[in-house]
């Protein structure tokens, strides 16, 4: 009687778990994704000047030195750097 079940039920219990994995590998796929982007800081002409890396994701703005330093911002459509990043 055990054999029988185990026959019966076993295809059924595959299966699920293929598609729980499925869903489970697309859902960790989507909360990897990162806004990286890179930023720039101003020189004394307002000309877009060092790269930093920096991120869309709010949270502490973006510097050149963690805390410190000139502040970053990425570039818009006209290449102009005003766009507000933040720290990755």
Not at 1 to 15: C, E, G, N, S, Y
Not at 59 to 71: E, I, L, W
């Amino acid at each position: 009687m055990k054999t029988l079940f185990l026959k019966k039920v076993t295809p059924f219990a595959v299966v699920a778990l293929a598609v729980a994995g499925a869903f489970a590998t697309t859902s960790m796929q989507s909360a990897s994704v990162v806004a990286d982007e890179i930023g720039y800081t101003l020189n004394s002409q307002g000309a877009c000047n060092i790269e930093v890396e920096c991120s869309t994701i709010q949270a502490q703005v973006c510097r050149v030195n963690g805390d410190s330093g000139a502040q970053a911002f990425g570039k818009n459509d006209q290449e102009n750097c005003t766009e507000l990043l933040y720290r990755p």
